[in-house]
């Protein structure tokens, strides 16, 4: 589970900012039970957080960011001249060419992580990871970048427990563009700190969904992997009443691959008996619902970090909120981030203050993201009439409606 990230210099975001899990401690709401979870004996941490923002202000950047530390512990590049992937602020030239740079502070096993990346599209200039096992600093591995001799040299804690010739393999594996984590898992060597952090990367941070991802596909993979997912679905589905009583997975031919495929099928009833139809006769906020029924049932029996984009897609905002009650109050591991224009879940009974973050784009056309508890509004105050009016910010602002007879006003001329 993550504490807090940051990020600098990485797309839209120019200088650092900051997206935190850590609840506002001085804030009672009297949900904790559902919104809190706990990381540690003496540490808990939100389950969910929502970015706001109108279109092209920087929400998707931080879920981008979010799955770019990810996907670079993940992926191997097996030539040095591979590109890292990485993408600048680009409207700086000074910052264009700066290093970008990301903070991560997760736990595992209720211990507390930290990580750190600085690099370009070509080199990573220093990364180190180190944790607080008992409450006190201690370094896993630091990597540096030599300038002078265009090579990183790694120091390792004794606790990686790494012989001298599985220092110099891993050494000498951790090419300019790839991270230790990743040139660790093609590293003939073994170390359980190395592995207990790789795992945490590669099955609990997982890839984030995006509008074009198609989770229908993932939700049918899943039942026809887990035959007793298929109740949990059917559940699902009737809680947010599309009329629909079962789902099932039936047999079909793909005439042109000429191989056996599995089709979603629905269920409904009513005065008039029982009535079976394709997912294709469905709605597509009846079929979005059932691709996001995978995601549901990950978070609430794993222990995973999800984001989502644009959650809302095809959803009425009743069917948003219900989604998130089902979460908060079912899943007791799991952490999610979304981006959203449902400003109704605002000042919905669940919503803490420090869940949610509101983004904007600033006159050089960099993101900042401040988090709603920052504004100190008196809990009587709606958060979503706020917002409306503009006082929040992140709001866009068009000016007059005509397209043609504009003064440098933005007014309408007589």
């Known amino acids: 589970m993550i504490r807090d990230f940051s990020v600098e210099n990485f ?38 957080i929502v970015l706001y923002g109108y279109n092209a202000s920087g929400k998707s950047t931080v879920l981008d960011a979010i799955d770019f530390i990810r996907s670079i512990q993940l992926h191997f590049h097996v030539s040095k001249r591979e590109q890292t992937g990485f993408v600048p602020f680009l409207f700086d030239e000074g910052i264009k060419k700066s290093p970008g740079k990301f903070t991560l ?17 070509n080199i990573i200039y220093k990364e180190e990871l180190s944790f607080k096992p008992e409450g006190r600093k201690a370094i896993i ?47 003939n060597v073994n170390s359980e700190e190395f ?42 589905l009737k809680k947010a009443d599309f009329q629909i009583d079962d789902v099932d997975l039936l047999d079909g031919t793909n005439t042109k691959k000429r191989e056996e495929i599995k089709k979603i099928v629905f269920e409904h009833s009513n005065d008039y008996g029982k009535f079976t139809f394709s ?64 400003i109704s879940l605002m000042d919905k009974e669940y919503m803490r203050r420090d869940m949610m973050y509101l983004c904007e784009k600033q006159k050089d056309g960099s993101s900042t993201y401040r988090n709603v508890q920052q504004f100190k509004l008196h809990k009587r105050i709606l958060i ?24 440098e006003g933005g007014d309408l001329i007589d």
């Open 11 to 48: 797309r839209s975001i120019k200088t650092k900012q900051s997206i935190s899990f850590e609840p506002n401690k001085k804030v009672n709401y009297g949900i904790e039970d559902y919104v809190l979870m706990d990381a540690s004996k003496n540490d808990k941490l939100l389950k969910f």
């Open 105 to 121: 502070n997760f736990y595992i096993d209720k211990i507390l992580y930290h990580y750190y990346i600085s690099l370009d599209n």
């Open 141 to 187: 591995f630091e990597r540096h970048y030599d300038e002078h001799k265009k090579i990183s040299s790694l120091i390792f804690s004794p606790r990686c427990n790494f012989s001298m010739s599985g220092k110099l393999i891993l050494t000498g594996n951790t090419t300019n563009n790839n991270t230790v984590l990743s040139s660790y898992d093609r590293s």
């Open 195 to 236: 592995d207990k952090v790789y795992k945490y990367f590669n099955e609990n941070l997982v890839a984030g969904i995006k509008p074009a991802t198609n989770i229908i596909k993932r939700s049918l993979k899943h039942m026809e992997e887990d035959k007793e997912s298929q109740n949990f679905y059917s559940t699902l």
């Open 279 to 342: 997912s294709s006769m469905e709605s597509n906020g009846t079929m979005r619902f059932f691709g996001l029924e995978s995601i549901m049932y990950q978070l609430v029996n794993r222990g995973i970090f999800m984001s989502i984009d644009e959650f809302d897609t095809s959803l009425h905002s009743a069917l948003v909120s219900e989604f998130i009650k089902i979460y908060l109050a079912n899943s007791t591991k799991s952490q999610l981030i979304i981006t959203t224009n449902d």
């Open 384 to 407: 979503e009439k706020r917002y409306r009016e503009g006082s929040l910010g992140a709001i866009p602002h068009y000016g007059s409606t005509s397209l043609s007879q504009l003064n």
